[in-house]
């Protein structure tokens, strides 16, 4: 649940009280929760729960609107007992007002709600590692565990190793997924002890900001029935070479996960590398395929092997931050091996293809019919493209993040061949040539009616600036 606006007619006034109803129902509903856990409910509410999202209740707690009566209802009577102040809170207003110590007021309730939630299958939220350790043998039927923000998992002290009691505290072979995307200090012992799930764990997203962890990772070998994989390396480093043992380790695991559909590697140097081999395995089928953070070092064999996977539908390739794009012999085997992912449906290409040419955005386009979604980068983009785009009849998103020399006169024909398939059509032209004379705000706005009457689509066109460059935004 969150804050709701409410109805745009209403009055200011209006709006502020039905946003505070809101809150205060989203509040109430939270207390109901907390009191049948005491048993202060006629009905045991807290017994049929499932999913227990504390990061629900803790953007109740640091809602500006949740101060005042809001809060003093919520921890009225038997709820007193989680109103506990921060003490490293110094007020400067008089009278002297109190900040709840958020979270430790989370971990009292979740310390409550364990003990009467038997069925709980999804936990989601930030706790101290050692409180889940003390929860973990009240939860018989855990099967998600979403840790979305992992600052507990950093601040605290052994964190690897209460995480792994944890992790250990839970039934073998019971955990589906495990999440935490923010840094974090887990490592040999986390790893040890979740690949104790390896034959149920199917969902997997770790970010990490630790080498340590990194290297740990072959620990989870033998956790092959993996559909989804996310994995973040905060550090960006490369290991093929200086820990070739764990760099062989994870490329070995990628290769055995044969029901992996969905993965991504954020700005993990070495991931194309890793993923050669997996690539080129008959028995992986992936879907879903988003890797960030590389170059031409291992470019070449990586885009041979990621054009073996033609059951992709959705593909993210994004380079190394402040890198120029590939090569021209590394982008034209790019392009080669993407012809052949003729079920692509989304294509994203980011600081790779800073390169292309007319040429090549007009290869790809002739052989991905059923693109619905492209994103490139590109120099000198120029009207001899609309012809090809214009045979997209499912496209609904095409992003020009490169210099382009359009006319109003080509992107005005594009807009006219536009049919019922391409229904809310969206043209993002994000770095057009600012010389020329033929385009200004009159006949942008033309483009941008004609767009919306034809297909309902939107355009923003926008011009390329150099650091000095004092244009407005339309000749």
């Known amino acids: 649940?969150?804050?709701?606006?409410?109805?745009?007619?209403?009055?200011?006034?209006?709006?502020?009280?039905?946003?505070?109803?809101?809150?205060?129902?989203?509040?109430?509903?939270?207390?109901?929760?907390?009191?049948?856990?005491?048993?202060?409910?006629?009905?045991?509410?807290?017994?049929?729960?499932r999913e227990l999202n504390l990061q629900d209740l803790e953007m109740?707690?640091?809602?500006?609107?949740?101060?005042?009566?809001?809060?003093?209802?919520?921890?009225a009577g038997p709820l007193a007992r989680f109103n506990i102040p921060d003490r490293g809170f110094q007020s400067l207003q008089k009278p002297v007002v109190k900040r709840l110590n958020i979270a430790a007021a989370l971990e009292g309730i979740g310390e409550v709600l364990t003990q009467k939630t038997p069925l709980l299958e999804h936990?989601?939220?930030?706790?101290?590692?050692?409180?889940?350790?003390?929860?973990?043998?009240?939860?018989?039927?855990?099967?998600?565990?979403?840790?979305?923000?992992?600052?507990?998992?950093?601040?605290?002290?052994?964190?690897?190793?209460?995480?792994?009691?944890?992790?250990?505290?839970?039934?073998?072979?019971?955990?589906?997924?495990?999440?935490?995307?923010?840094?974090?200090?887990?490592?040999?012992?986390?790893?040890?002890?979740?690949?104790?799930?390896?034959?149920?764990?199917?969902?997997?997203?770790?970010?990490?900001?630790?080498?340590?962890?990194?290297?740990?990772?072959?620990?989870?070998?033998?956790?092959?029935?993996?559909?989804?994989?996310?994995?973040?390396?905060?550090?960006?480093?490369?290991?093929e070479w200086s820990e070739s043992a764990s760099f062989q380790g994870v490329a070995d695991w990628f290769r055995q996960c044969s029901s992996l559909s969905d993965l991504t590697l954020n700005r993990f140097?070495?991931?194309?590398?890793?993923?050669?081999?997996?690539?080129?395995?008959?028995?992986?089928?992936?879907?879903?395929?988003?890797?960030?953070?590389?170059d031409d070092m291992s470019g070449i064999e990586f885009h041979q092997a990621l054009g073996d996977q033609i059951s992709l539908q959705e593909l993210k390739l994004g380079g190394d931050d402040g890198y120029g794009g590939l090569s021209q012999e590394v982008l034209d085997g790019l392009v080669d091996s993407l012809c052949r992912l003729t079920n692509l449906r989304v294509l994203e290409l980011r600081s790779v293809a800073d390169h292309f040419v007319n040429q090549h955005i007009m290869k790809l386009l002739a052989n991905l019919g059923q693109l619905e979604e492209f994103y490139t980068n590109g120099q000198d983009i120029d009207d001899g493209i609309w012809p090809a785009v214009s045979k997209l009849h499912k496209?609904?998103?095409?992003?020009?993040?490169?210099?382009?020399?359009?006319?109003?006169?080509?992107?005005?024909g594009f807009i006219s061949s536009l049919g019922p398939g391409n229904h809310g059509f969206s043209l993002y032209v994000l770095n057009a040539d600012s010389s020329r004379g033929d385009f200004h705000a009159e006949n942008v706005a033309d483009l941008q009616e004609l767009i919306k009457v034809k297909v309902n689509g939107r355009l923003d066109y926008i011009l390329y600036r150099d650091e000095d460059s004092s244009d407005s935004d339309y000749p």
């Open 123 to 239: 936990f989601r939220g930030k706790v101290d590692p050692s409180a889940l350790a003390r929860w973990a043998s009240r939860l018989p039927r855990l099967q998600i565990l979403d840790l979305w923000n992992g600052d507990a998992l950093t601040e605290a002290d052994n964190v690897d190793q209460k995480l792994a009691n944890f992790l250990n505290g839970l039934r073998p072979h019971s955990l589906q997924s495990f999440e935490i995307l923010s840094a974090s200090n887990i490592a040999v012992e986390s790893f040890s002890a979740l690949s104790k799930h390896r034959e149920s764990l199917q969902e997997l997203r770790l970010s990490t900001s630790k080498r340590d962890a990194i290297l740990a990772l072959p620990l989870m070998q033998q956790a092959t029935v993996l559909k989804t994989l996310y994995l973040e390396d905060g550090e960006f480093f490369g290991f």
């Open 60 to 75: 109740l707690f640091e809602d500006f609107r949740f101060r005042g009566k809001v809060e003093k209802a919520f921890f």
């Open 269 to 294: 140097k070495t991931g194309p590398a890793i993923l050669i081999h997996m690539l080129r395995n008959n028995d992986i089928r992936l879907r879903k395929l988003d890797v960030s953070g590389y």
């Open 1 to 49: 649940m969150a804050w709701q606006s409410g109805g745009r007619h209403l009055s200011y006034a209006a709006r502020v009280r039905q946003q505070e109803r809101t809150g205060a129902k989203w509040a109430s509903l939270w207390r109901s929760i907390i009191l049948s856990s005491l048993d202060e409910t006629l009905y045991m509410y807290c017994h049929s729960i």
């Open 395 to 412: 496209l609904r998103s095409l992003t020009l993040n490169a210099y382009t020399l359009f006319t109003p006169d080509g992107i005005r």
